[in-house]
Nanobody, 126 residues
């Protein structure tokens, strides 16, 4: 059973920073593209950022470009989301998810995700 566990959420003031971690087990991380998603109260879930198996390709939704950075450490089975200059509108539950590439080198993330973690809450408030 594929397992993903998010951590690093919490309460932070506007303008602050957080680093989220997505640690995986029972599968080999470097076989998967990984995405970060978020869902704010009363809103639909949205794709925030994605990273390819190799780390060569990344995706960011427009609202986080220049503020968030995704990275991965395949040896540690962990994907990170560094978030800076946080805004109240970044408040949400953040999830990580896997995408097994349908063809070698492809990435459809934030679409076509396979497995999901339980989420970690990020609250940006003064």
């Amino acid at each position: 059973q594929v397992q993903l566990v998010e951590s690093g959420g919490g309460l932070v003031q506007p303008g602050g920073s957080l680093r989220l971690s997505c640690t995986v087990s029972k599968f080999t991380l470097n076989n998967y593209n990984i995405g970060w998603f978020r869902q704010a109260p009363g809103k639909e879930r949205e794709g925030v950022s994605c990273i390819s198996r190799s780390g060569d390709s990344t995706y960011y939704t427009d609202s986080v470009k220049g503020r968030f950075t995704i990275s991965r450490d395949n040896a540690e089975n962990t994907v990170y989301l560094e978030m800076s200059r946080l805004k109240p509108e970044d408040t949400a539950v953040y999830y990580c998810a896997t995408e097994f590439p349908r063809t070698p080198g492809s990435m459809t993330c934030p679409n076509g995700m396979d497995h999901w973690g339980q989420g970690t809450l990020v609250t940006v408030s003064s």
